[in-house]
């Protein structure tokens, strides 16, 4: 059974930096795309970057570009995110996601909390 397990989130002040993980069990890493989405208080989850199962392609939600990076270690079945530059209006849980056609996991969310 997959399982996704994100740590690394926390309190933080503006201009700060995070760096958030995902470590994945019970499904073959290599094969799918990496992903970090985030869900703020009354808001939609929303994209925020993913990588490809090639670990080639990248993409990124406008409001992050510049700002985030996201990297996999295959050795590893780790996704991460570094989040530098962050805002307040980044504060969320941030939610680590599987892809490969239609199947589609989830981690349970770890939250960012950035301070003004």
């Known amino acids: 059974q997959a399982q996704l397990v994100e740590s690394g989130g926390g309190l933080v002040q503006a201009g700060g930096s995070l760096r958030l993980s995902c470590a994945a069990s019970g499904l073959t890493f290599t094969s799918y795309t990496m992903g970090w989405f985030r869900q703020a208080p009354g808001r939609e989850r929303e994209f925020v970057a993913s990588r490809s199962w090639s670990d080639i392609t990248t993409r990124y939600a406008d409001s992050v570009k510049g700002r985030f990076t996201i990297s996999r270690d295959n050795a590893k079945n780790t996704v991460y995110l570094q989040m530098n530059s962050l805002k307040p209006e980044d504060t969320a849980v941030y939610y680590c996601?599987?892809?490969?056609?239609?199947?589609?996991?989830w981690g349970q969310g770890t939250q960012v909390t950035v301070s003004s």
């Open positions: 996601n599987a892809r490969l056609r239609s199947s589609n996991y």
